[in-house]
């Protein structure tokens, strides 16, 4: 690992592909000639920190174009990625059978994890020159979707609003504001909804393609494999969504109807679902810079680690956190190869998810800070998303006990709230990934898509009242959803890690050092382990299994209902 830098000075040089791909060729000829383990490891090895120092730039070009869709340089530079990316990683297919056919392969399995090797088995199903070209399309449609809404604002009482400064109003404690915000927002969804819908209607057409050219069943089985899902279904999913709408909307329902009492409103609209309290949500104390100061101070005295793990945060400029006119939507966190430098990307609106961000966020940056330091190979560093997501999700409700620094009286009031969200949110997140398990079933023109999109919140959302808005009552509230045009099929991973993160945190209320030491157990061990062996390793329950669900949100029903 070179010596850490701080972002705005890492200097960009486009990856010269061509060369790097002689590198792949040259190690094809060398790795077979090794004549034992240690010797094939260190030539596996200097190949993969070369692909690093090109991924190390993909990675600074993907952030800066993010930071801003209309700069034309990074736009042209991720789209030479978009290009030639695709063509290395066919060598990269061949050089993975060649590793596949090593007589040291259970060497690599030892010092690398199993899903190492499952991973270029993986390799060897979705790579072909046959979808070379529609690979490229793929990623050039996303990333016009991602300049696209990044793109859309409108007038708000004299305030030009994307679609942040709109959820900002929408929370406001004045329901005549928050109707006319959510209108708004519904409109500036509607205005584009056409060329949304065409992008979709082109994504799916590709991925269906592609599945029919890589020899798959469908695109979902397809997508489970792109997502590193080795070890489960389907089938195993739609079991864990039954679980939830048995168990979690329920709980969520009573949630809404205690909320609607406390709001004093005759019925909860959608506009009203996000204010939790009738005299406001809880806001944070101060601008971005307040905020990331009592995050340092929160950090340090979580414990020693996530001290020393902030300050190179904030040492080393590793945030992007305010709102701009052209800046992608969204959040997220990556990790700059060869420096080791997580990265944190938001979209603050001046509301208690700008503290989310630096909790949420921080979890999956603090994840990757620490693998990398304990794993022996680059591709180890980050776990499957399920996985992820608790390093990010139990970050969240591990902070709970800080937040008289961001909120003062009102923490409770975050706190509460905060928790509730964790419920009610989740069966959300089933109804995303049911809805594409559907798209991906059928031939839906737009309108159908949007129907069966209506008729799953009825199952998941019973609660859900848009008030009239044809647009919305017609199922057009699946567009706001990034993940389903970007990444498909990651989105049920945080109900699933969510119950990961409720288990930690009921324990940590009981012996936070006993429940602090499995969840480092975890971030240390990135993705050394298959899936379930993780969970094993973490001390935490199969959520899979029929029970689980019912017995890990158990304590949390309790708090939440407590008098």
């Known amino acids: 690992m070179e ?31 090794a004549a034992s383990f240690e010797e094939a490891k260190k030539i596996y090895e200097d190949n993969d920190e070369k692909l690093r120092r090109a991924m190390m730039m993909y990675t600074v070009a993907s952030i800066r174009n993010s930071l801003d869709t209309r700069d034309k340089f990074y736009q042209a530079e991720m789209n030479y990625f978009y290009e030639e990316e695709p063509k290395l990683e066919l060598l990269m297919k061949d050089a993975g059978e060649i590793v ?25 199903k979705l790579s072909d020159e046959c979808v070379i070209e529609d690979k490229v399309q793929e990623a050039k449609l996303a990333q016009e979707y991602q300049a696209t809404v990044a ?24 329901r005549a504001e928050r109707k006319e915000a959510f209108l708004a927002w519904a409109n500036l969804y509607e205005s584009v909804s056409e060329k949304l819908d065409d992008f979709y209607d082109r994504l799916v057409a590709l991925r269906k393609g592609m599945a029919k050219k890589l020899g798959f069943s469908s695109y979902v089985e397809m997508a489970y494999l792109l997502n590193s899902h080795y070890y489960y279904g389907a089938k195993e ?33 959608y506009y009203d679902e996000q204010l939790c309290f009738a005299d406001g949500n809880a806001t944070p104390i101060g601008g971005t810079d307040d905020l990331v100061k009592s995050a340092q101070e929160m950090y340090h005295e979580i414990s020693k680690e996530t001290g020393e793990f902030f300050d190179f945060m904030v040492k080393n400029k590793l945030f992007d956190l305010e709102t701009r006119p052209g800046k992608q939507l969204g959040g997220y966190c990556t990790m700059i190869p060869v420096l080791n430098e997580p990265f944190i990307f938001s979209n603050f609106n001046k509301s208690s998810a700008d503290v989310d961000v630096l909790t949420h966020e921080a979890g999956h940056a603090f994840q990757a800070y620490t693998s990398a330091k304990f794993l022996p190979a680059s591709g180890l560093v980050w776990s499957t998303n399920e996985i992820s997501e608790i390093h990010s999700m139990t970050m969240e409700h591990f902070a709970y006990p800080y937040m008289e620094k961001f909120f003062g009286k009102a923490a409770d009031k975050y706190r509460y709230a905060h928790l509730s969200e964790a419920v009610k949110v989740m069966p959300y997140l089933c109804l995303v990934d049911h809805f ?14 949007r129907a069966a999109w209506r008729e799953l919140e009825k199952i998941y959302l019973p609660w859900r009242d848009y008030d009239g808005n044809k647009f919305l009552e017609e199922g057009g509230f699946w567009m706001q959803k990034p993940h389903i045009f970007v990444s498909p099929f990651y989105y049920v991973d945080y109900a699933l ?67």
């Open 3 to 33: 010596k850490s830098m701080v972002f705005d000075e890492i200097e960009y040089a486009r990856p010269d592909f061509a060369a790097l791909c002689d590198e792949v060729r040259a190690f094809m000829t060398r790795f077979p000639k």
């Open 100 to 124: 596949l056919a090593s007589p040291f392969l259970s060497g690599f399995e030892e010092a690398y994890g199993k899903d190492f090797v499952q991973s270029l088995k993986a390799q060897r």
């Open 151 to 174: 793109a859309c604002k409108t007038e708000f009482r004299g305030e030009e609003c994307n679609f942040y400064g709109l959820l900002r109003h929408m929370l406001s404690t004045d």
């Open 237 to 269: 999913v739609a079991a864990f969504r039954k679980q939830v709408v048995d168990v979690v909307v329920p709980i969520a329902k009573k949630l809404y109807e205690a909320q609607q009492k406390r709001l004093g409103v005759d019925k909860l609209r």
């Open 436 to 449: 594409q398990h559907e798209v991906f079933a059928h031939d839906y023109t737009a309108k159908e898509r």
């Open 497 to 563: 890690a969510q119950t990961g993160a409720f288990e930690y945190y009921d324990r940590a209320k009981k012996d936070f050092s006993a429940a602090w030491k499995d969840y480092y157990t975890l971030c240390k061990a990135g993705g050394s382990l298959p899936y379930f062996e993780l969970l094993k390793h973490a001390n935490l329950s199969n959520p899979f299994e029929k029970g689980t669900l019912e017995k890990v949100i158990a304590p949390i029903k309790e708090e939440l209902f407590k008098e």
